[in-house]
T-cell receptor, first 116, second 110 residues
């Protein structure tokens, strides 16, 4: 597609339920990142995928969070047993290759998650 | 500890009133410094990458500069459409992780 697509754009869930957030990166982009943006906070790194390499999961805040990337394209971020502190905007970004600094990242519009 | 601090948190300008946004950083090694613009309800949009002290880049009314400790985003004769949150990020040498500042919310009044 022309840009990074994320779905759903908004998600309201009850505390304790599981949620799945989806990211469709730009075709051909090998690097994919998930970030979390909370009100008044900077973007917080969650996880990074590069091609077929093992992902860097060091930013995931707890074992309730997991992510996968199938076929080097679509990625899904799963949050199990959601808590109110998980409420945030979850942003996905892709780039042509690892650290393509000249081009920066292309971000999606994010999924706004609200846990009630 | 690697850290990025942006100031001011918020800035209101009259149309045509030039100003600068600051991004100061403390990192173990700088691979690159990035500026992004973020509109409400949207993801950040890439503006510039700066790699070394003394480097400058321009795009329309925006000019980014870099020193060893900070970067400035200069906005010349801003227009209302320049209203957005401007984010600064650094990439640490030897890693692919980026540390973002909390941003400067810019409002340009007609």
């Amino acid at each position: 597609g022309a840009g990074v697509s994320q779905s759903p754009s908004n998600k309201v869930t009850e505390k304790g339920k599981d949620v799945e957030l989806r990211c469709d990166p730009i075709s051909g982009h090998t690097a994919l990142y998930w970030y979390r943006q909370s009100l008044g906070q900077g973007l917080e790194f969650l996880i990074y995928f590069q091609g077929n390499s093992a992902p860097d999961k060091s930013g995931l805040p707890s074992d309730r969070f997991s992510a996968e990337r199938t076929g080097g394209s679509v990625s899904t971020l799963t949050i199990q047993r959601t808590q109110q502190e998980d409420s945030a905007v979850y942003l996905c970004a892709s780039s042509p290759s690892q650290g393509a600094e000249d081009y920066g990242y292309t971000f999606g519009s994010g999924t706004r998650l609200t846990v009630v | 500890e690697d850290q990025v601090t942006q100031s001011p948190e918020a800035l209101r300008l009259q149309e045509g009133e030039s100003s600068s946004l600051n991004c100061s950083y403390t990192v173990s090694g700088l691979r690159g410094l990035f500026w992004y613009r973020q509109d409400p309800g949207k993801g950040p949009e890439f503006l510039f990458t700066l790699y070394s002290a003394g480097e400058e880049k321009e795009k329309e009314r925006l000019k980014a500069t870099l020193t060893k400790k900070e970067s400035f985003l200069h906005i010349t004769a801003p227009k209302p459409e320049d209203s957005a949150t401007y984010l600064c990020a650094v990439r640490i040498s030897g890693t692919y992780k980026y540390i973002f500042g909390t941003g400067t919310r810019l409002k340009v009044l007609a």
